[in-house]
């Protein structure tokens, strides 16, 4: 990889995992030329200091009564989860994102990245981890000259689920003070579906996409679900304490990518809670043929013995 040639580092992982921290870590670990400073690209930023989007904010807050002392367990209803995720993607699919501009978040996103890309200029492009950016790496984006940049991903990982879920709390409750002190200022929290059950669904995905961006774009060149684009190399931190390295695929074989991948988040963390609804399942079930078996032995003994 030329020191001269553009880079990309495209940042996967959980909310609250620590993506922010893994630019910086990529840059060091992979020796690359941080200068200039290599732009980031994330949508959320632009939709949490949007104006519309802090007036429906501070309309979730005004109907839900929520106050510092009361935000801990708001943050856990369905409805306000529910109010504060239709509001976020509500304003990030509308126009006016950005200066009352005619482009909605995602499309004035697209419009930087593509003049950095003429521009040669270096970036991050933070991407939620649900599928491989096929899109991004394909024609009309890098795949238009495949040789142009060098492509990293960065992927970050936290053990525990507990933990996560509890670090977007603390999040979400940091920037809820911060916004209710001074709204005009500072941007709008975001509420993430963090329920145990949906919130491990998600985490799974992005662990998913992450094993098959690294047996099909990188072990092998699979043009149909990867693009033109080749990922030149793929990275796997932890941060359950702090940033470690645990994999890299250029120092590291698919042995330990899969220790690593497996690890780092385990697949069974609502296991307990998915047995405890089949054992209550169960004995519901059990209860109805209970009843049946009575009601028909019953039925028996009169037909038998019609005076019963």
């Not at 040669?120 to 939620?128: A, G, Q, Y």
């Not at 790496?137 to 879920?165: A, E, K, M, Q, R």
């Amino acid at each position: 990889m030329s020191e001269s040639k553009p880079f990309v580092i495209i940042t996967l992982g959980p909310t609250g995992a620590g993506k922010t921290g893994l630019v910086n870590r990529t840059i060091s670990h992979c020796e690359l030329n941080p200068n200039p400073t290599p732009r980031v690209f994330l949508v959320d930023d632009l939709v949490v200091n949007n104006q519309k989007y802090k007036d429906e904010v501070l309309g979730i807050i005004n109907t839900n009564n929520m106050t510092l002392d009361t935000v801990e367990n708001d943050m856990t209803k369905a409805e306000v989860i529910d109010a504060f995720n239709a509001a976020y993607w509500r304003v990030r699919k509308s126009s006016g994102c950005v200066n009352n501009g005619s482009e909605n978040c995602d499309d004035f996103t697209d419009s930087q990245m593509k003049a950095a890309i003429k521009n040669n200029e270096s970036f991050v492009l933070e991407i939620t981890g649900s599928s491989i950016p096929k899109w991004f790496l394909d024609t009309h984006w890098l795949g238009d000259d495949p040789n142009l940049y060098d492509v990293f991903v960065s992927c970050v990982l936290v053990s525990s689920l507990d933990t996560l879920i509890e670090r977007n709390k603390s999040r979400f409750k940091h920037a809820f003070e911060l916004f209710m002190n001074n709204p005009e200022i500072n941007p709008a929290p975001r509420l993430p579906n963090i329920t145990k059950e949906t919130f491990n669904e998600s985490n799974l995905t992005i662990k998913k996409t992450v094993h098959d961006m690294y047996s099909q774009c990188v072990l092998t060149k699979n043009e149909s679900k990867c693009g033109k684009e080749k990922i030149d190399r793929l990275l796997v931190f932890s941060n359950n304490q702090s940033m470690t390295l645990e994999f890299d695929s250029i120092k590291d074989g698919s042995v330990k990518f899969e220790d690593v991948i497996n690890r780092l988040y385990p697949s069974n963390q609502t296991s307990g809670m998915r047995r405890r609804r089949t054992q209550k399942i169960r004995r519901f079930h059990k209860r109805i043929n209970t009843k049946k078996m009575r009601k028909s032995i019953k039925n028996k003994r009169i037909r038998k013995h019609p005076k019963i």
